[in-house]
Every structure is written in structure tokens, then in C-alpha cells.
């Protein structure tokens, strides 16, 4: 092993990499080994899971708070969902469409909260996710309205792929979430990862050592956003039907739970937050708990998750495996010849 680096570092990283090759083979095969429902309910955690690591981005990278970005979202899925249903669009152009649009947004939502800190720019942000389902309905002739808008164009699989729609959605989806953990995880490695975290650590140390602070918050809020929009476009393109119902309070606090429950600093926590989200609801129906109360079941976990693992469950795992390696005794290093020799002298 090199010198300066530290032991099992080189180790640990490739374990890490091999299990999430691992998991995106897997996460391909599933179309051929799961029903058409639960193959839906593994789409909704994917797209879930790309809002989820917007807010990874955000909050847990940058420490900005945002409770409306359900309305990020809600952007790049009526995008997507108009430009290819009313203008013929291709639906990688409409994704990047979504995305831009989104990403605007958030800059326009970004500048005037460069002004507050703490709550204030979290109600800003709530006030934009609760101002949303209103402008759909505002511009009904566009989106459809209360009633939603369908999404009437089918993106028609290769026949050599012996894909349907569903499953075709579903790859394309999961293609999509795994290229954006590469960007995000990248992004947190580089020089802007590490001035992101500057900032959420002191925002005014962070000024004193030259970073433009407005600067690379602005240009966070507009990633994250542009996040969020191509979450959105996988909704539309997965549901093939939007509405504004959809993208309301509820689910940008939902995004907010995820992102705590996974690790807001984590970029594998994005899956499991998504995961949380789609599969959470469905196990406490089953066990008989009305979904009446699944708020009160999000607001539970997340207090324990407060109190017992502030860094989510993937911060959680890995200081439970830190404290298992620290318990294995290490293995007595072999004394040289030159060291015996010494010893023997002082012995004399």
C-alpha cells in the first residue's frame, strides 16, 4: 500500500462500486421478473428517488432548506407531458425541456431568498409549493385543469429489446436515476462539492476565504430544480398522466422526509428515501393501518430518525460498520532486524 493512504480506503471503494453495479444489474432484470403492478411501484420509488437526491443536493450538500419542491417537479412533468402530447416533441427533448424550465425556477426562486436565512427561505419555499396546484389551474386551457392532462404520445420500444411500454419506461427511468447518482456523487467529490458544504458549514467563513456565496447558491438551487424536473419527466413518462393534485404540499414534504430518512448527505440515500416513500404506505395498509395515518406514521419515523440516527440510515450503517472495524484487533506488525538489534543493544 502507498504511503499517505489510509488503510482499507482503496478496499472500501471498490466494495462500494462492485455493490452498486450490483444493483443496477438487478434493478435492469427486474422488468423480467416482476408483474406489471409491482414493476409500476418499482418506477414510482425510481423517480421518487431522483426528487429525493435533489434535495440531497439542496439541503443536505448546500444547506438550503426548501419545502415546495414538489413544484420542481410538477414543472418538468407538465413539460414533458404538453410539449410531447400538443407539439410532437421527442421525449429527450422534452426531458431536457423539463429540466431547463425547472431550472429556472429555481434560479428565479433562489435570488430573492439569497436575501433570508433559516425559516424565512423555508416558507418562501413552501409558499411556491402551495401557490403550484393553483397555477395549473389558473392555465387550465394548457394543463388540463383539476381534471389533469394525459399524456397521449407512447414512446414505442425498440422491437429487438421484446419490451412493452411499461417496461421499456421503467429501464429508461432507472438508466436516468443512475447517471444522475454518478453526476451528483462527482459534483460532491470536486472543488464546487466542497464549496457547497463551506457554505452549509458557515456561510460567513466560507465568504472570508473569497467564495461567492450568492454565486454558487444560485447555481445549487438551479441543479437541484433541474433535478427535480427530470424526476418529474420520468413521472409523465411512467404514469403517462398528470395532475396538480399530484404535486402539491404533500409531496414536497414527502421529498423532505426521504431525504432524512436515506441521508441528506448520502447520494445512496436518495434510493432508500425513494424506496421509503413508495413502499412505506403500502406496508401499513396491508398490517391495517388506514392511509389516513400514514402522515402520522412519516412524522413518527422521522423523529426517531432525529433522535437515533441524525445522518439517516446509510450515516447510520456506516458508523455501526466503523465501530465493528474498530473492535477487530489489529494483526502486531513484524519487527525488523534493525529493530531487534537495537533492542538487544538497550538491553545490554
Known amino acids: 500500500m502507498n504511503a499517505g493512504v489510509p488503510p482499507g480506503r482503496t478496499g472500501t471503494r471498490a466494495v462500494n462500486w462492485s455493490a452498486a453495479v450490483v444493483v443496477l444489474v438487478l434493478a435492469l432484470a427486474l422488468p423480467a421478473l416482476l408483474p406489471a403492478f409491482e414493476l409500476s411501484q418499482a418506477g414510482s420509488a425510481v423517480y421518487l428517488a431522483l426528487a429525493?437526491?435533489?434535495m440531497n443536493l439542496l439541503t443536505g450538500l448546500n444547506g438550503q432548506l426548501s419545502l415546495g419542491h414538489g413544484a420542481f417537479v410538477g414543472i418538468g412533468a407538465y413539460t414533458v407531458t404538453i410539449l410531447v402530447s400538443d407539439h410532437g416533441w421527442s421525449y429527450p427533448t422534452a426531458f431536457v425541456a423539463g429540466a431547463l424550465l425547472a431550472s429556472a425556477a429555481g434560479v428565479v426562486v433562489a435570488l430573492p431568498a439569497l436575501r433570508l436565512r433559516g425559516l424565512y427561505v423555508a416558507l418562501t419555499t413552501f409558499g411556491i409549493g402551495l401557490v403550484f396546484p393553483t397555477l395549473i389551474q389558473r392555465f387550465s386551457s394548457w394543463t388540463g385543469g383539476t381534471g389533469g392532462k394525459p399524456v397521449t404520445a407512447v414512446y414505442v420500444p425498440p422491437s429487438w429489446?421484446?419490451?412493452?411500454?411499461?417496461?421499456?419506461?421503467?429501464?429508461?427511468?432507472?438508466?436516468?436515476?443512475?447517471?444522475?447518482?454518478?453526476?451528483?456523487?462527482?459534483?460532491?467529490?470536486?472543488?464546487?462539492?466542497?464549496?457547497?458544504?463551506?457554505?452549509?458549514?458557515?456561510?460567513?467563513?466560507a465568504e472570508g476565504f473569497g467564495v461567492v456565496v450568492p454565486r454558487v447558491k444560485v447555481a445549487t438551487f438551479a441543479l437541484s430544480a433541474a433535478l427535480a424536473g427530470l424526476a418529474g419527466g420520468l413521472f409523465a413518462l411512467q404514469h403517462r398522466f398528470v395532475s396538480p393534485g399530484d404535486f402539491g404540499l404533500t409531496m414536497s414534504i414527502q421529498l423532505f422526509v426521504g431525504m432524512a430518512i436515506g441521508g441528506s448527505?448520502?447520494?445512496?440515500?436518495?434510493?432508500?428515501?425513494?424506496?421509503?416513500?413508495?413502499?412505506?404506505?403500502?406496508?401499513?395498509?396491508?398490517?391495517?393501518?388506514?392511509?389516513?395515518?400514514?402522515?402520522?406514521?412519516?412524522?413518527?419515523?422521522?423523529?426517531?430518525?432525529?433522535?437515533?440516527?441524525?445522518?439517516?440510515?446509510?450515516?447510520?450503517?456506516h458508523r455501526l460498520f466503523r465501530r465493528r472495524a474498530a473492535e477487530v484487533p489489529a494483526e502486531p506488525r513484524p519487527r525488523t532486524p534493525e529493530l531487534a538489534v537495537s533492542t538487544e543493544k538497550g538491553a545490554e
Open 52 to 54: 429525493v437526491l435533489s
Open 265 to 317: 448527505v448520502s447520494v445512496a440515500g436518495a434510493v432508500l428515501g425513494g424506496m421509503f416513500l413508495e413502499y412505506v404506505p403500502e406496508v401499513t395498509e396491508r398490517v391495517g393501518v388506514p392511509a389516513l395515518y400514514t402522515p402520522v406514521i412519516y412524522g413518527l419515523v422521522l423523529a426517531l430518525i432525529v433522535i437515533f440516527a441524525p445522518q439517516g440510515v446509510v450515516g447510520l450503517w
Open 161 to 205: 429489446l421484446g419490451l412493452d411500454i411499461a417496461q421499456y419506461a421503467y429501464v429508461l427511468s432507472v438508466l436516468v436515476l443512475a447517471v444522475c447518482l454518478l453526476v451528483v456523487h462527482r459534483v460532491k467529490g470536486s472543488r464546487a462539492g466542497r464549496l457547497m458544504q463551506a457554505i452549509r458549514d458557515n456561510d460567513l467563513v
